[in-house]
């Protein structure tokens, strides 16, 4: 199979500059007829592909959307990327995905990258690093440059764009109410995001629905685990304290851990502990006993993060004010929590 020849190589052929051959390749009224025939009968014979995605000659768009996720591995965002392809598909748009892996470097490069190719706007959820830096240089550097950005789940407050977020505070909150309504008398919160502002909103609940049913806060329940701590040591200190008979876990992973724990500690579950967790994933499902979860509706918040992206390339909303869309929680009721009266 011979090598794909280039822009250079036409451009030699028929000793004219590159830009003549890109302009007559993409059909340009300011190259005369008969060089454009030449030059495009002549690309189609030796299988020239272009490396860009072609433009709309009439919205001078690609219809491509760049989006950036933190980690695919994670539930909730493999449910948002869904989302946001199904809308994109639907109205006609390409994507171009990208994972940060929760890197602010690597998430800075891909803005890059995204933003110097052809592309019409970007969806992005913050890395955790970049969240820990507070340094979003990247994302204000490309709306400077015109490039829309929707940010969703992991937002910065001060950068003036769409967002599409979850209602951390009211999910945490329901969350705890339940479980100090179904009987319990000390509830501790596990987080391994304590670094996310996700995971910070959500302590703010916890605290909310202890205060307003006049339960002391204690901060030593509110167990904030590194990714460099020992996560069953850390539970096990915690939970040698007997009173505690709730744990309230921000992501489904520490709960499946915490599940795991509480089990060979052996706990009786729901009666003598009760578990509720962040994102209806997968594995809370199917776990024994399955877990009480508080569903984000992570393809909802996808499929809104693009709506609006589109509607502002579109034009139906390109000169409105920067919206901020609040998506509720559900709780979802299993076998981990005791039941209502």
């Not at 967002?163 to 179904?182: C, F, M, P, R």
């Not at 703010?204 to 002391?216: F, M, S």
């Not at 915490?258 to 089990?263: A, D, G, P, R």
């Not at 809104?304 to 409105?320: F, M, P, Q, W, Y």
């Amino acid at each position: 199979m011979g090598k794909r020849i280039t822009l250079k190589q036409i451009a030699n052929e028929f000793g004219v500059s590159i830009a003549t051959v890109s302009k007559s390749l993409n059909d340009s009224y300011e190259i005369s007829s008969a060089t454009k025939e030449k030059i495009q009968n002549y690309a189609k014979a030796n299988n020239y592909q272009s490396k860009s995605i072609p433009l709309n000659l009439n919205t001078k768009k690609t219809k491509t959307i760049g989006v950036i996720i933190p980690n695919i591995m994670n539930n909730f965002f493999a449910k948002a990327f869904v989302g946001i392809e199904k809308m994109a598909t639907e109205k006609g748009y390409h994507l171009i995905s990208c994972i940060s892996n929760e890197s602010h470097e690597k998430e800075v490069t891909t803005m890059e990258l995204l933003k110097n190719g052809t592309l019409d706007g970007v969806i992005i959820s913050l890395a955790e690093e970049t969240q820990v830096k507070k340094n979003y240089n990247h994302i204000k550097n490309a709306i400077n440059e015109g490039i829309p950005v929707v940010m969703f789940d992991r937002v910065a407050d001060d950068i003036s764009c769409d967002k599409v977020v979850v209602n951390d505070v009211e999910g945490a909150y329901h969350a705890t109410n339940h479980l100090i309504k179904s009987g319990c008398k000390r509830v501790a919160l596990i987080s391994v995001i304590d670094n996310l502002s996700v995971g910070k909103l959500r302590v703010e609940g916890y605290k909310k629905a202890l205060t307003v049913h006049n339960i002391n806060i204690e901060e030593k329940l509110i167990v904030k685990i590194g990714h460099k701590e020992d996560f069953d040591i850390a539970l096990k200190i915690i939970l040698a304290d007997k009173s505690i008979d709730g744990l309230l876990c921000l992501e489904e992973t520490s709960a499946v851990k915490s599940l795991q724990i509480v089990k060979q500690m052996n706990y009786s579950i729901p009666t003598e502990m009760s578990i509720v967790s962040f994102t209806n994933g997968e594995l809370p499902k199917y776990v024994t006993p399955t877990i009480t979860t508080v569903s984000q509706h992570g393809n909802h918040i996808g499929q809104t993060a693009a709506n609006i992206l589109i509607d502002r390339l579109t034009g139906e909303s390109e000169n409105k004010p920067f919206v901020k869309k609040v998506i509720k929680t559900s709780l979802i009721e299993r076998e981990s929590t005791r039941k209502l009266n």
